[in-house]
Nanobody, 117 residues
Framework: QVQLQESGPGLVKPSQTLSLTCNVS??????????WSWIRQPPGKALEWIAY???????VYNPSLKSRTSLSRDTSKNQFTLQLNSVAPEDSAVYYCARGAVGYDYWGQGTQVTVSS
C-alpha cells in the first residue's frame, strides 16, 4: 500500500517561498512509469494541478504557475518537494501530493497552507 504524507508550514507570509515535502512509503518514486504530482484546492474552488515529477526525474508544470514553481526530489529519502515562490493570499489552499500525472490512485491527506501577513 502506497502512502503519501505532506509536510510544510501552515502559514507563509506574502512574497515568501512556500516549500512542501511529500514523503512516500510503500513504493519507490523511481519506479518506472510512475509520476508524482502536487495538486491544490483553494477554499470554495476546484482542484488545481500544479506540477508532476516523473520516475526519470523529468518535471512538468502547470503553465499558469510555471514561472513560480520548482519540483525536486530526494531519492535517498523517497520524497519530493514543491517550491512556490512569491506567494500571495490567492495561493492559500489545501495542498495535496498524489501518485499520477492526470488520474491519481494514491493521495496524501493534504496540508492547509495560508498566506497571510
Amino acid at each position: 500500500q502506497v502512502q503519501l504524507q505532506e509536510s510544510g508550514p501552515g502559514l507563509v507570509k506574502p512574497s515568501q517561498t512556500l516549500s512542501l515535502t511529500c514523503n512516500v512509503s510503500g513504493g519507490s518514486i523511481t519506479t518506472n512509469y510512475y509520476y508524482w504530482s502536487w495538486i491544490r484546492q483553494p477554499p470554495g474552488k476546484a482542484l488545481e494541478w500544479i506540477a508532476y515529477i516523473g520516475s526519470d526525474d523529468t518535471t512538468v508544470y502547470n503553465p499558469s504557475l510555471k514561472s513560480r514553481t520548482s519540483l525536486s526530489r530526494d531519492t535517498s529519502k523517497n520524497q519530493f518537494t514543491l517550491q512556490l515562490n512569491s506567494v500571495a493570499p490567492e495561493d492559500s489552499a489545501v495542498y495535496y501530493c498524489a501518485r499520477g500525472a492526470v488520474g491519481y490512485d494514491y493521495w496524501g491527506q493534504g496540508t492547509q497552507v495560508t498566506v497571510s501577513s
